[in-house]
Nanobody
Framework: QVQLVESGGGLVQAGGSLRLSCAAS????????MAWFRQAPGKERQFVGC????????YYADSVKGRFTISRDNAKNMAYLQTNSLKPEDSAVYYCAAGRGDFRATLTTMYDHWGQGTQVTVSS
């Protein structure tokens, strides 16, 4: 069992950056693919990116490719999402998730464990 807690969200101006963190409990964290999703009001939860358990592969949604970077530190049970060049359309609640899929696991159904989310608001 893995429990996830996100932090690092906030209000930022367009063009700015935020680093989101996901703290995991449980000894099996290092065996999971970790992902970030986001959900804006009135919209479906959207895949942002994911990273394999070995951190040797990452995969991103086209909308964030080149601007966002996922990383993880298995020794610390942490996953991160570095967000750069933020745009107003990036505003959403960001969730981290843990699952057993491969590095192209883009569907919410591929993830078994979710955090409570952290709000990111980008002003224009």
């Amino acid at each position: 069992q893995v429990q996830l807690v996100e932090s690092g969200g906030g209000l930022v101006q367009a063009g700015g950056s935020l680093r989101l963190s996901c703290a995991a409990s449980g000894r099996t964290f290092s065996t999971y693919t970790m992902a970030w999703f986001r959900q804006a009001p009135g919209k479906e939860r959207q895949f942002v990116g994911c990273i394999t358990w070995r951190a040797d592969k990452t995969y991103y949604a086209d909308s964030v490719k080149g601007r966002f970077t996922i990383s993880r530190d298995n020794a610390k049970n942490m996953a991160y999402l570095q967000t750069n060049s933020l745009k107003p359309e990036d505003s959403a609640v960001y969730y981290c998730a843990a699952g057993r899929g491969d590095f192209r696991a883009t569907l919410t159904t591929m993830y078994d464990h979710w955090g409570q989310g952290t709000q990111v608001t980008v002003s224009s």
